[in-house]
Protein backbone atom coordinates (compact mmCIF):
# COMPACT_ATOMS: atom_id res chain seq x y z
CA UNK A 1 0.00 0.00 0.00
CA UNK A 2 2.75 2.52 1.23
CA UNK A 3 4.98 1.06 -2.11
CA UNK A 4 1.68 2.31 -4.36
CA UNK A 5 1.22 5.58 -3.26
CA UNK A 6 4.84 5.86 -3.27
CA UNK A 7 4.19 5.01 -7.12
CA UNK A 8 1.60 7.21 -8.12
CA UNK A 9 3.34 10.02 -6.17
CA UNK A 10 6.12 9.57 -8.43
CA UNK A 11 4.36 9.53 -11.58
CA UNK A 12 2.15 12.49 -10.58
CA UNK A 13 5.20 14.26 -9.94
CA UNK A 14 7.94 12.98 -12.59
CA UNK A 15 6.97 15.88 -15.17
CA UNK A 16 6.42 18.81 -12.63
CA UNK A 17 9.73 18.13 -11.37
CA UNK A 18 11.40 17.83 -14.82
CA UNK A 19 13.31 21.46 -15.37
CA UNK A 20 12.51 22.77 -11.81
CA UNK A 21 14.98 24.81 -10.24
CA UNK A 22 13.26 26.33 -7.19
CA UNK A 23 9.76 26.46 -5.71
CA UNK A 24 7.96 27.97 -2.92
CA UNK A 25 6.61 25.01 -0.94
CA UNK A 26 3.43 24.73 1.56
CA UNK A 27 3.40 21.79 3.70
CA UNK A 28 0.09 21.03 4.93
CA UNK A 29 -1.80 23.62 2.99
CA UNK A 30 -5.24 22.92 3.54
CA UNK A 31 -7.93 24.37 1.42
CA UNK A 32 -5.28 26.07 -0.59
CA UNK A 33 -6.08 29.60 0.48
CA UNK A 34 -2.64 31.13 0.76
CA UNK A 35 -0.49 29.49 -1.31
CA UNK A 36 -3.43 30.01 -4.57
CA UNK A 37 -3.31 33.84 -3.42
CA UNK A 38 0.65 33.88 -3.18
CA UNK A 39 1.09 32.36 -6.60
CA UNK A 40 -1.81 34.87 -8.02
CA UNK A 41 0.39 37.44 -6.73
CA UNK A 42 3.60 35.83 -7.78
CA UNK A 43 3.22 34.78 -11.16
CA UNK A 44 7.68 34.27 -11.76
CA UNK A 45 7.25 31.50 -8.98
CA UNK A 46 6.22 27.95 -8.91
CA UNK A 47 4.63 27.22 -5.86
CA UNK A 48 3.49 23.24 -4.66
CA UNK A 49 1.29 22.57 -2.03
CA UNK A 50 0.80 19.36 0.12
CA UNK A 51 -1.89 17.85 2.44
CA UNK A 52 -2.61 14.47 3.66
CA UNK A 53 -6.44 15.09 3.73
CA UNK A 54 -7.57 14.33 0.01
CA UNK A 55 -10.59 16.49 -0.05
CA UNK A 56 -8.50 19.69 0.96
CA UNK A 57 -6.70 19.08 -1.86
CA UNK A 58 -9.84 18.83 -4.29
CA UNK A 59 -10.84 22.02 -2.97
CA UNK A 60 -7.56 23.64 -3.41
CA UNK A 61 -7.41 22.24 -7.01
CA UNK A 62 -10.74 24.23 -7.37
CA UNK A 63 -9.72 27.49 -6.79
CA UNK A 64 -6.41 26.66 -8.85
CA UNK A 65 -8.71 26.16 -11.41
CA UNK A 66 -11.21 29.23 -11.03
CA UNK A 67 -8.46 31.60 -10.58
CA UNK A 68 -7.00 30.00 -13.77
CA UNK A 69 -3.32 29.56 -12.39
CA UNK A 70 -0.28 27.48 -13.73
CA UNK A 71 2.25 28.40 -11.44
CA UNK A 72 1.15 26.65 -8.12
CA UNK A 73 0.34 23.03 -7.88
CA UNK A 74 -1.47 21.03 -5.09
CA UNK A 75 -0.78 17.28 -4.24
CA UNK A 76 -2.37 15.20 -2.17
CA UNK A 77 0.73 13.64 0.19
CA UNK A 78 2.59 13.72 3.06
CA UNK A 79 5.82 15.79 3.45
CA UNK A 80 7.07 12.69 4.44
CA UNK A 81 6.04 10.92 1.17
CA UNK A 82 6.97 14.19 -0.97
CA UNK A 83 10.43 14.73 0.30
CA UNK A 84 11.16 10.95 -0.08
CA UNK A 85 10.71 11.90 -3.84
CA UNK A 86 11.99 15.40 -4.19
CA UNK A 87 14.94 15.82 -6.07
CA UNK A 88 17.71 17.53 -4.30
CA UNK A 89 18.44 19.81 -6.81
CA UNK A 90 15.16 21.48 -6.48
CA UNK A 91 15.72 24.73 -3.46
CA UNK A 92 13.09 25.70 -1.36
CA UNK A 93 12.80 29.34 -1.45
CA UNK A 94 9.83 30.00 0.99
CA UNK A 95 8.56 26.96 2.83
CA UNK A 96 5.36 28.34 4.34
CA UNK A 97 4.44 26.21 7.49
CA UNK A 98 0.88 27.71 8.23
CA UNK A 99 -0.75 26.39 11.62
CA UNK A 100 0.40 22.38 12.01
CA UNK A 101 -1.33 20.04 14.12
CA UNK A 102 -0.36 20.94 17.63
CA UNK A 103 -0.60 17.41 19.28
CA UNK A 104 -0.91 19.29 22.63
CA UNK A 105 -0.06 16.11 24.34
CA UNK A 106 3.43 15.52 25.22
CA UNK A 107 2.76 11.53 24.35
CA UNK A 108 1.86 12.73 21.21
CA UNK A 109 4.48 15.23 20.47
CA UNK A 110 6.57 12.81 18.33
CA UNK A 111 3.58 13.36 15.75
CA UNK A 112 4.53 16.78 15.71
CA UNK A 113 5.89 18.20 11.89
CA UNK A 114 8.46 20.70 13.86
CA UNK A 115 11.02 18.20 15.31
CA UNK A 116 14.81 18.23 14.95
CA UNK A 117 14.91 15.34 12.53
CA UNK A 118 12.67 17.24 10.30
CA UNK A 119 15.07 20.51 9.77
CA UNK A 120 17.84 18.34 9.97
CA UNK A 121 16.22 16.41 6.78
CA UNK A 122 15.26 20.16 5.06
CA UNK A 123 18.70 21.32 5.13
CA UNK A 124 19.12 19.03 1.81
CA UNK A 125 17.19 21.72 -0.04
CA UNK A 126 17.87 25.09 1.22
CA UNK A 127 20.15 27.56 -0.19
CA UNK A 128 21.55 30.52 2.05
CA UNK A 129 18.78 32.69 0.91
CA UNK A 130 15.97 30.39 1.38
CA UNK A 131 13.08 31.19 4.76
CA UNK A 132 11.15 28.87 6.74
CA UNK A 133 7.62 31.06 7.59
CA UNK A 134 6.28 28.95 10.83
CA UNK A 135 2.95 30.06 12.00
CA UNK A 136 0.69 28.86 14.78
CA UNK A 137 -1.94 29.58 17.67
CA UNK A 138 -0.84 26.92 20.52
CA UNK A 139 1.96 28.92 21.95
CA UNK A 140 3.88 25.81 23.47
CA UNK A 141 4.44 24.29 20.07
CA UNK A 142 5.70 28.09 19.01
CA UNK A 143 8.01 27.91 22.02
CA UNK A 144 9.13 24.42 21.44
CA UNK A 145 9.88 25.19 17.53
CA UNK A 146 11.90 28.71 18.29
CA UNK A 147 13.92 26.28 20.73
CA UNK A 148 14.39 23.49 17.90
CA UNK A 149 15.29 25.86 15.49
CA UNK A 150 17.48 27.91 17.26
CA UNK A 151 19.13 24.89 18.68
CA UNK A 152 19.74 23.47 15.17
CA UNK A 153 22.83 23.33 13.57
CA UNK A 154 21.63 23.93 10.21
CA UNK A 155 19.33 26.94 11.23
CA UNK A 156 18.81 30.38 12.86
CA UNK A 157 15.88 32.16 13.86
CA UNK A 158 15.78 35.58 12.64
CA UNK A 159 14.88 38.64 15.14
CA UNK A 160 11.80 39.49 15.52
CA UNK A 161 10.94 42.55 12.97
CA UNK A 162 14.30 41.81 11.44
CA UNK A 163 12.65 40.93 8.14
CA UNK A 164 9.06 41.28 6.59
CA UNK A 165 6.24 38.60 6.80
CA UNK A 166 6.47 38.23 3.04
CA UNK A 167 2.63 37.66 2.56
CA UNK A 168 -0.64 38.20 4.41
CA UNK A 169 -3.69 36.03 3.32
CA UNK A 170 -5.70 34.56 5.84
CA UNK A 171 -5.80 30.71 6.02
CA UNK A 172 -9.11 28.82 7.31
CA UNK A 173 -7.20 27.79 10.37
CA UNK A 174 -6.15 31.52 11.23
CA UNK A 175 -10.01 32.77 10.80
CA UNK A 176 -10.47 30.35 13.45
CA UNK A 177 -8.03 31.34 15.84
CA UNK A 178 -8.01 34.12 18.76
CA UNK A 179 -4.62 34.95 18.05
CA UNK A 180 -1.04 33.58 16.73
CA UNK A 181 2.61 33.73 16.73
CA UNK A 182 4.90 33.86 14.03
CA UNK A 183 8.60 33.13 13.40
CA UNK A 184 11.15 33.23 10.03
CA UNK A 185 14.15 31.11 10.10
CA UNK A 186 16.89 30.62 7.69
CA UNK A 187 19.64 28.30 7.39
CA UNK A 188 22.57 29.05 9.56
CA UNK A 189 25.16 31.79 7.26
CA UNK A 190 28.60 30.16 7.52
CA UNK A 191 30.68 32.00 9.85
CA UNK A 192 33.66 33.94 8.68
CA UNK A 193 36.32 33.44 11.40
CA UNK A 194 38.67 36.56 11.66
CA UNK A 195 42.63 36.09 10.90
CA UNK A 196 43.95 35.37 14.37
CA UNK A 197 47.04 37.61 15.10
CA UNK A 198 48.86 35.08 16.87
CA UNK A 199 51.33 36.57 19.65
CA UNK A 200 54.97 35.98 19.08
C1 LIG B 1 -4.46 22.49 11.30
S1 LIG B 1 -4.46 22.23 9.59
C2 LIG B 1 -3.91 23.79 8.91
C3 LIG B 1 -4.25 23.96 7.47
C4 LIG B 1 -3.82 25.30 6.84
N1 LIG B 1 -2.38 25.46 6.85
C5 LIG B 1 -4.48 26.45 7.54
O1 LIG B 1 -3.76 27.25 8.16
O2 LIG B 1 -5.71 26.55 7.44
C6 LIG B 1 -3.04 21.23 9.37
C7 LIG B 1 -3.00 20.60 8.00
O3 LIG B 1 -1.79 19.83 7.86
C8 LIG B 1 -2.09 18.63 7.19
N2 LIG B 1 -1.04 17.67 7.56
C9 LIG B 1 -0.86 17.07 8.74
N3 LIG B 1 0.23 16.29 8.74
C10 LIG B 1 0.76 16.39 7.49
C11 LIG B 1 1.89 15.79 6.84
N4 LIG B 1 2.67 14.95 7.47
N5 LIG B 1 2.14 16.13 5.55
C12 LIG B 1 1.31 16.99 4.89
N6 LIG B 1 0.23 17.58 5.45
C13 LIG B 1 -0.05 17.28 6.72
C14 LIG B 1 -3.47 18.27 7.68
O4 LIG B 1 -4.15 17.40 6.81
C15 LIG B 1 -4.13 19.65 7.75
O5 LIG B 1 -4.80 20.01 6.55
Known amino acids: MAAARLQELAETTQNLFLGME ?11 HL ?36 NVHFINTSAENFFALFP ?47 RTDFTPYYDDTKAALSGHANWDVIPEGAEPWPFEHETVFQARAPSYQSLIARPKQPTTTPPTTRAQ
Not at 94 to 108: A, G, M, N, Y
Open 22 to 32: TCVLEIGCGHG
Open 35 to 70: LTAYAAAHPEKTCIGIDIIADRITRANRKKNRARLA
Open 88 to 134: SQISVSELFIFFPDPWPKRRHHKNRLMQAEFLSKLSRWVTSSSRLYF
